[in-house]
């Protein structure tokens, strides 16, 4: 024990300096899910099948929003979609401030996405 | 004649993770009575689960976090009794080395924290960084990090490649001297055997009494493991397999089971990968479950039981979970009292009380 002690002593640390050194991340890790909305035909399969009810998807208005906070990236959603429209992202999405939504429309650029606020927090702030 | 007085142990202490009270009755420096109180985390767990039985697979998950796997595999295990379905063997292996690897995580764990309690932070520090790689090892597998998501009725919803194969098998070649390293300071150190040895003795009329399972159990010389019965959904046909047990029963002995089973577990998990074979994941079935079904698996604490009755639809009519550190924890009664209290903290980590799992 004495000689990984003094080894430990005058060695690395085993940690990493994350913001600046890149996350080891293996290969196939689930990160975030983000959609390719060219591909969406909107069968709704992904809002039915998520567990927590994150997923909400718009069929008038054409966006499919998901709330980061309540994803526990399960991965149910991307194998229930019929035509790989979700993919799942190997990086963490950003640490935010408050519970965010992030909506991606139809018309916007591939792997774009809008970012609201939970309207029920917003609700509690004004009071 | 001394006088008798009254110390509060918990629920917030630095030596638990959880939340559990004990009220110490100490005469000058020694245990004379204890009382126990739990209940600080209770989530509402199994009604929660009523509510549709394909989220549970992922709900029961949460059960636990460090014995995530186990619950949600004992879980699935439940609803294929009751709809009879035949798991593939491939899902068995692959459950096999997850469970397995869980396993290594949770006793790396206990391990680490019995050290910081005797108060050895050295060897917490270095269980906690073998840990770190065991943890990375199944992140590799089933994609996340503490709750897997891997499991689902009918088999297992992620595959191992070759090359993950390959890289789990050379990381375990490379983790298993370290951990024998580890071993060797459990199981000689003398500042460690000072402050383990012959303390929390549970004898095995007291473990027979109490009904505690698991390394506790295993601890003080009852050799019994739900591996070897037929009810976990194990995949032992071919592979070599005997259960860890001693006869001391105290802090050290338990120690040591749990040092032992996370040798022996590298060892399942590389006989596993010999024996993977191609073939299918999942069992299919429509429709929802009708019936009773019951199930059991050795998790890291001990035998883990899963009992649901459905009704046919989406909703489930009871679910039951009887976790190992509900057995686990009250034999503290009979461990603590006659003990000094700097030795309070060694002996309630050393049955590794997951409050999580107690409270639900």
Known sequence: MLRSTFKNLFSHPNTKRYPSVPADLPQGNRGRVEWDMKKCIWCMLCQKNCPTGAIKTDKAGKT???????????????????TQTIFMRQQYSKPAMEPEIHIYGAEMMQWEYRVENLPILNHKKKV | MSRISTIPFGPQHPSFLEPLHLKLNLEEERVVSVELSQGYNHRGMEYAMEKDWKRDAFLSERVCGICSFHHGTTYCQ???????????????IIRTIMLELQRITSHTLTLGHIAE??????????????????????NLISGNRVHYSM?????????????TAKELE??????????QMLDGVVRKDSTWLKRTKGIGVLTKEQATTWAVVGPVARASG??????LSGNAGYHLEGIRFEPVWREEGDCWARAMVR????????????????????????????????GEGFSRNEAPRGELM???????????????????????IPPLAEMLPGCEFPDVPVIVVSVDPCVCCTDR
């Open chain 1, 64 to 82: 499919q929003s998901v709330v980061r906070n309540r994803c526990i990236t399960c991965g149910r959603c991307v194998e229930v979609c019929p």
């Open chain 2, 78 to 92: 439940t609803i294929e009794a009751i709809a009879g379905l035949q798991v593939p063997e491939r899902a068995l």
């Open chain 2, 117 to 138: 309690a005797v108060g050895y932070e050295n060897l917490f520090m270095q269980f906690f960084r073998e840990r770190e790689e065991f943890m990375r090892l199944a």
């Open chain 2, 151 to 163: 499991n689902w009725p009918g088999g297992v919803r992620r595959d191992i490649s070759p090359e």
């Open chain 2, 170 to 179: 050379n990381k375990l070649d490379e983790m298993l001297p370290k951990l």
């Open chain 2, 222 to 227: 009852i050799p019994y493991d739900v591996r």
């Open chain 2, 259 to 290: 040092m032992d089973e996370t040798l022996q577990s590298v060892d399942l998990i590389r006989q596993c990968l010999g024996q993977l074979r191609d073939g299918p994941l999942v069992a299919q079935f429509k429709g929802h479950p009708n």
């Open chain 2, 306 to 328: 899963y009992w649901i009755r459905a009704k046919g639809e989406s909703k489930l009519d009871r679910v039951k979970i009887r976790t190992p550190a509900f057995v686990n």
